[in-house]
T-cell receptor, first 108, second 115 residues
Framework: QQPVQSPQAVILREGEDAVINCSSS?????VHWYRQKHGEAPVFLMI?????EQKGHEKISASFNEKKQQSSLYLTASQLSYSGTYFC?????????FGTGTSLTVIP | EAGVAQSPRYKIIEKRQSVAFWCNPISGHATLYWYQQILGQGPKLLIQFQNNGVVDDSQLPKDRFSAERLKGVDSTLKIQPAKLEDSAVYLCASSLEPGVHEPQHFGDGTRLSIL
């Protein structure tokens, strides 16, 4: 029931773009995205709800394909501060699961 | 606004001992979550409270873990007795309204080491 993320890890140069994918085997009501830096707590980025509503930061974009039970997070013009591990979180009924994680490293 | 407060920040105990963690959510937040995060993995939800009722505790090892949220505000998570595999960071999070359609705000966590 834990959603699977891809890729597991990615290294970018500043200014490059990246896409992180999240896939679930169950029907989803919502998808959350969080970023966690080493030794710190996860920080909220975005929620995508069934029906198309989104809540989150203006500079972050993501998509939610309800039929395919998938979500993608789009990071454009990456900055050094984007480095960290990205987790999706999926809501299925009353249960919530974080994904397997994607480690993103941005280098100068 | 003040964030989610957790204590202690670090705890080292021997296996078979007991330990308790405390969490004070953001004022007014109805929903409170406890997560276990093992090194290199994503957070695993242990229990979710809505006010002082349990919404989901399907992944809580109930033979050794217990949690309560008296009066719908702060919460404690207890492990008794602890096992080596319980070594992890225990994160508390809260959200404003019931349900999971709201951002979760996390505390700094308690890092538990079992010897």
């Amino acid at each position: 029931q834990q959603p699977v993320q891809s890729p597991q890890a990615v290294i970018l140069r500043e200014g490059e773009d990246a896409v992180i994918n999240c896939s679930s085997s169950k029907a989803l009501y919502s998808v959350h995205w969080y970023r966690q830096k080493h030794g710190e707590a996860p920080v909220f980025l975005m929620i995508l709800l069934k029906g198309g509503e989104q809540k989150g930061h203006e500079k972050i974009s993501a998509s939610f394909n309800e039929k395919k039970q998938q979500s993608s997070l789009y990071l454009t013009a990456s900055q050094l501060s984007y480095s960290g591990t990205y987790f999706c979180g999926t809501e299925t009924g009353n249960q919530f699961y974080f994904g397997t994680g994607t480690s993103l490293t941005v280098i100068p | 606004e003040a964030g989610v407060a957790q204590s202690p920040r670090y705890k080292i105990i021997e296996k078979r001992q007991s330990v308790a963690f405390w969490c004070n959510p953001i004022s007014g937040h109805a929903t409170l979550y406890w997560y276990q995060q093992i090194l290199g993995q994503g957070p695993k939800l242990l229990i979710q409270f809505q006010n002082n009722g349990v919404v989901d505790d399907s992944q809580l090892p109930k033979d050794r873990f217990s949690a309560e949220r008296l009066k719908g505000v702060d919460s404690t998570l207890k492990i008794q007795p602890a096992k080596l595999e319980d070594s992890a960071v225990y994160l508390c999070a809260s959200s404003l309204e019931p349900g999971v359609h709201e951002p979760q705000h996390f505390g700094d966590g308690t890092r538990l080491s079992i010897l």
